[in-house]
């Protein structure tokens, strides 16, 4: 009888309304261990998972576009001293990373390990013009014999370099500059690049995550070390983090992410910067820090990257890292486009650079639950350093030690439309869907509760009211 009164209807309403509101918040902790739960089986690196899938082949068609500093006044440069004027040239771009890994084992310890082939293929239509364009640009074998023969032998060289009718500078074609030419001086292959098809990077060891998720494509160990040997310090020499295509799920945007890098021979961290939507997945974007080419005197951690005081300074130089201790000795420094955050000496000793953080900062768009990067822009410029000699004509008339910039480099992917659809519906779709009906539980519950509850009183005053009267 006491439910077919208005205030047992209400009463009735009102616990409806908590019972869904419950169920909403009860869907919360539940339904955030089902999708963990979901996350952690298919992330760990072995055969069925969605993982292993993504990691054996790149999924993503991965390029690299090249922009040539071309010197414009060489003449002036070896005859008067003057500072070199360059201008870009490019882009020039290759599809790379399209190979499997190759020679993957899995071992007891959780790991497995795989070699990386690398290749580059030449894409015209993304070109502004053929591989066999010229540009003028430094010598490649002569500014590499300039550091490798002590100047107590460079008379010497001075006589290797008339004989074979060598210069500071060279008018070659971009498929030789990038992959490799016989030198006339050296009678050797040399190139930015050489040898490159059919070469591999690593081995690489990396842990599966199978024991422990937090781990998951965590570098354990590369070329069969665990930690480097070209920096001859324990810091430096370490290896850090993933080689950047993935990362541990559950990412927290308040740390910095961690990865390991062949191309410039050490590990580096990337920072949060903001949360950006592509394709409709939202993703963190990961930007390299200016503290990681910073010089020795506003980063103390830096100081084992400096090898030589001689061309940086005594080491006060940003923004350059000398590689050479993982190049055969080849004075090769590796820096930013444009030396993004260099040094002012670096921009007054080479004239026509325009250093952008939008075009040459390096990032990494990551998707924070799975730890899958699905858009990065990795950007590296290749430079060589050459300096005066009191017995090398093309070099009498050098003032300084010179950092030039002979090319960089944009290696960069993004997930396609399909990809960006699959990744919604097995993904971001049910997570949205489950969260939409944790709100719609919780909300509608909650106002149920409310709205009946309020009913249910203002009943009651009234029907007291009545009966007082």
């Excluded at 870009?88 to 071992?107: A, D, H, Q, S």
């Excluded at 005053?461 to 009545?466: E, I, L, P, S, V």
Aim: glycine content about 6%; hydrophobic content about 40%.
């Amino acid at each position: 009888m006491c439910c077919c009164n208005k205030e047992c209807g209400f009463i009735f309403g009102a616990v409806v309304g908590a019972v869904l509101a419950v169920l909403g918040g009860i869907l919360i902790p539940l339904g955030n261990g089902i999708i963990e739960d979901t996350v952690k089986k298919e992330a760990v690196i072995e055969p069925g998972t969605t993982a292993y899938d993504n990691w054996v082949t790149t999924g993503a068609t991965v390029y690299r576009q090249f922009w040539f500093l071309e010197v414009k006044n060489p003449i002036e440069v070896i005859q008067y001293g003057a500072k070199p004027v360059v201008l870009e040239k490019g882009p020039y771009t290759y599809r790379t990373r399209f190979l499997p890994k190759e020679n993957i084992t899995f071992n007891p310890n959780q790991t497995v390990s795989y070699l990386l082939p690398v290749g580059a293929i030449f894409e015209p239509s993304m070109s502004v013009g053929p591989e066999d364009d010229k540009v003028t640009s430094l010598n490649l074998a002569v500014a590499g014999a300039y550091s490798l023969i002590p100047a107590l032998f460079h008379a010497v060289l001075e006589t290797m370099i008339k004989r074979s009718n060598s210069s500071l500078f060279q008018h070659r074609t971009v498929k030789d500059m990038l992959w490799g030419y016989t030198d006339p001086m050296l009678k050797d292959t040399v190139g930015v690049f050489a040898p490159y098809n059919g070469t591999y990077d690593g081995p690489y060891t990396v842990f599966n995550g199978k024991d422990d998720i937090s781990k998951v494509g965590v570098i354990d160990r590369w070329q069969g070390n665990t930690s480097l040997s070209f920096w001859d310090d324990k810091y430096c020499d370490m290896i850090n983090g993933t080689d950047a295509a993935s990362f541990p799920p559950f990412v927290n945007k308040k740390e910095p992410i961690f990865f390991y890098s062949s191309d410039i021979c050490r590990s580096v961290s990337a920072s949060f910067w903001k949360s950006l939507n592509l394709k409709g997945i939202e993703v963190y974007r990961y930007n390299l820090q200016e503290s990681t080419m910073a010089s020795p005197t506003v980063n103390p951690n830096n100081r084992c990257f400096c090898r030589n005081p001689k061309t940086t300074k005594n080491c006060t130089m940003a923004g350059v890292l000398d590689i050479s201790s993982c190049q055969e000795g080849k004075p090769i420094y590796i820096s930013m486009p444009h030396f993004l955050y260099g040094s002012p000496d670096l921009h007054q000793s080479v004239l026509g650079l325009s250093p952008s953080e939008e075009h040459h900062n390096t990032f990494l768009d990551v998707e924070p639950t799975t730890g899958f990067t699905l858009r990065f822009a990795k950007r590296i410029q290749i430079n060589m350093v050459y300096g005066p000699s009191k017995q090398i004509t093309v070099l009498k008339k050098i003032k300084d030690y010179t950092i030039f910039p002979i090319v960089w480099l944009n290696e960069t992917a993004t997930l396609d439309d399909e990809t960006a659809d699959m990744f919604k519906e097995e993904l971001t779709s049910r997570i949205q869907m489950l969260e939409t009906l944790q709100q719609v539980l919780l909300g509608v519950g909650l106002a149920l509760f409310v709205l009946n509850l309020i009913s249910y009183c203002v009943v009651r005053t009234n029907r007291n009211k009545r009966n007082m009267v």
